[in-house]
Nanobody
């Protein structure tokens, strides 16, 4: 059974940092792109950052460029999101996702991801 599990959410003051981690299991995922998306209250889920299965290609939403960094362990299906200089507008539930198909460049659209975690809450207070 495929499982995608996030960890590392929490509450932090503006300007602070958090690191989110995600592990996919249940099948071989080390050659799949992975990514992070978020959903704030009353808003649609949006793209945050994605990374290729090699860890070489990365894409970031404009709103997080220069503040967030995505990385991936080559040995397994673990992806991390280092979030620095957090702002109140970063408050959301953050979801980890795994590409529908292996061995391709990472996409930024939600529909291209077939496996999702339950999400982890990130709250940034001003």
């Amino acid at each position: 059974q495929v499982q995608v599990e996030e960890s590392g959410g929490g509450s932090v003051q503006a300007g602070g940092s958090l690191t989110l981690s995600c592990t996919a299991s249940g099948r071989t995922f080390n050659n799949y792109a992975m990514g992070w998306f978020r959903q704030a209250p009353g808003k649609e889920r949006e793209f945050v950052a994605v990374i290729s299965w090699t860890g070489v290609t990365k894409h970031y939403a404009d709103s997080v460029k220069g503040r967030f960094s995505i990385s991936k362990d080559k040995a397994d299906s673990t992806v991390r999101l280092q979030m620095n200089s957090l702002k109140p507008e970063d408050t959301a539930v953050y979801f980890c996702a795994v590409d529908r198909y292996p061995v391709r460049l990472p996409e930024t659209t939600i529909g291209e991801y077939g496996y999702w975690g339950q999400g982890t809450q990130v709250t940034v207070s001003s």
